[in-house]
């Protein structure tokens, strides 16, 4: 799902970033020094593709129009992970705050292809359940539960395999040599999800409210303070520091509630909830556990099937959520999303 651009699309780009609003004159004026038989119609050709992919938007008519990079170019565009993680934490120039300003410019994440391919995707698994008989849907949301489990848990240090969550989730067998509260993590996954899938509908609006019950569920017992901090939190690996006051973490929270229910796409709704919940960290511990379960919520309150996450690289997962903290771009974390959908409809429910 990588957007591929060709070296005069970066250059456009780069160019573009530096000298703001152009035309393509002034364009292929810059082109010429490094591309010696450019012509005007491969760069319109260029600039219509960057215009597609949402990270260029043009102003005026005709010979007038300009183009500049579009309000939510940095949110997009593609980034390439591995170099970027090559720079050690503390040397990379990040976005050490909160930025407010995420709220505005968290729209349209989708291109229109992307969006058929989603729609496309879950078509299948709609028709998928409504044929399979309803003992068959169970057994399936029951793997996915059992996989969810495992995998999320995987993600926050869980060191539970696959077949020890089975056997614990289905026989409450716990395994042997792991922590009591390993068990205790997995174990509040399926009463979270179990929760989720009896009262999907609930999950068709979102409010904080709903979002501490699932994060209740899946903390319970684990010695995590319930509902919304009121002490500062540190991340791994990153410089970014998320909110301290205990009324911005409750407006943020608000804003994410707000901006999900105003949107129109479930997609959409799902990815901002996930990655919003994450860089808010509104919660004293558990909050990617509770973005991913309430982004399923809402997939299921819309019809749309769940994700297990279950061949998702944790390491990658993670440099995804943390590119989003440090530089506000979703990339990498929708292109996660997309495969991880992929995987879904590829894997449960099918005939």
């Known amino acids: 799902m990588t957007k591929i651009l060709n070296k005069r699309q970066e250059i456009i780009l780069s160019f573009l970033e530096q000298k703001g609003s152009l035309g393509v004159s002034a364009i292929l004026r810059y082109l010429g020094s490094t591309f010696k038989d450019v012509s005007r119609i491969t760069i319109n050709r260029d600039i219509k593709s960057l215009i597609n992919f949402g990270y260029v938007e043009s102003d005026g008519l005709a010979r007038a129009t300009t183009y500049k990079l579009s309000s939510h170019y940095n949110l997009i565009h593609t980034v390439d992970v591995e170099k970027y993680f090559k720079v050690e934490t503390d040397k990379r120039s990040v976005k050490e705050k909160f930025d407010f300003n995420i709220f505005s410019l968290l729209k349209n994440i989708f291109t229109r292809q992307e969006e058929a391919r989603l729609r496309n995707l879950n078509g299948t698994y709609q028709k998928n359940i409504k044929i399979i008989p309803a003992s068959r849907q169970k057994q399936e949301f029951e793997r996915l539960i059992i996989e969810l489990s495992w995998k999320s848990s995987q993600i926050e240090g869980n060191t539970y395999s696959l077949l020890e969550t089975e056997a614990l989730i289905k026989d409450k067998e716990e395994a042997e040599g792991h922590k009591k509260e390993e068990a205790v993590m997995i174990l509040n996954h399926k009463e979270a999800l179990d929760y989720i899938n009896k009262n999907r509908a609930d999950f068709s609006k979102i409010t904080i409210s709903k979002i501490e019950d699932v994060h209740y569920l899946l903390t319970k017992n684990l010695g995590i303070t319930r509902n919304l901090r009121k002490t500062a939190v540190g991340i791994v690996g990153t410089k970014y520091r998320p909110l301290n006051n205990n009324y911005q973490i409750k407006?943020?929270?608000?804003?994410?509630?707000?901006?999900?229910?105003?949107?129109?796409?479930?997609f959409s709704k799902a990815v901002i909830l996930s990655i919003l919940i994450a860089y808010t960290q509104p919660f004293e511990d558990g909050n990617k556990r509770t973005s991913r379960l309430i982004a399923n919520a809402v997939l299921l309150a819309h019809n749309i099937c769940p994700l297990s996450y279950r061949n998702v690289n944790e390491a990658e997962y993670k440099k995804a959520v943390v590119l989003f903290y440090e530089q506000n771009n979703l990339a990498y974390f929708k292109?996660?999303?997309?495969?991880?959908?992929?995987?879904?409809?590829?894997?449960?429910?099918?005939?």
Not at 252 to 266: G, H, Y
Not at 335 to 351: D, G, P, S, V
């Open 251 to 266: 407006e943020a929270l608000e804003k994410t509630c707000d901006l999900v229910n105003e949107e129109n796409n479930p």
């Open 335 to 351: 292109q996660l999303f997309i495969e991880q959908f992929e995987f879904a409809i590829e894997n449960y429910f099918k005939l």
